[in-house]
């Protein structure tokens, strides 16, 4: 099994920045990919960007030349020039080779004014 600790959530003006963080513990050498995932109210989860155990990366449309994300043991999703539609709750996932996923808790971004 994987648990995923999160932090870095809070609250942010448009435009600011702000870096989210998840932790891995438990059977990381197993972990084919993690990323980070976001739920707004009243929405579907979505993805917002992925990293392989090999570095290659993935983006949403909505994030991409915004956010980063990056992995040395802790993954960490920078954001940046951040809109109000980016208020969510972000959750972080790890796929497994087997084929299983795990979540994190999730925190919650709010971009506001």
């Known amino acids: 099994q994987v648990q995923l600790v999160e932090s870095g959530g809070g609250l942010v003006q448009p435009g600011g920045s702000l870096r989210l963080s998840c932790a891995p513990s438990?059977?990381?050498?197993?972990?084919?990919?993690m990323g980070w995932y976001r739920q707004a109210p009243g929405k579907q989860r979505e993805l917002v960007a992925t990293i392989t155990s090999g570095g290659s990366t993935n983006y949403a449309d909505s994030v991409k030349s915004r956010f980063t994300i990056s992995r040395r043991n802790v993954v960490y999703l920078q954001m940046n020039s951040l809109k109000p539609e980016d208020t969510a709750v972000y959750y972080c996932?790890?796929?497994?080779?087997?084929?299983?996923?795990?979540w994190g808790q999730g925190t919650q971004v709010t971009v506001s004014s």
């Open positions: 438990g059977r990381i050498f197993s972990i084919k990919s």
């Open positions: 996932n790890a796929y497994m080779a087997s084929g299983d996923d795990y």
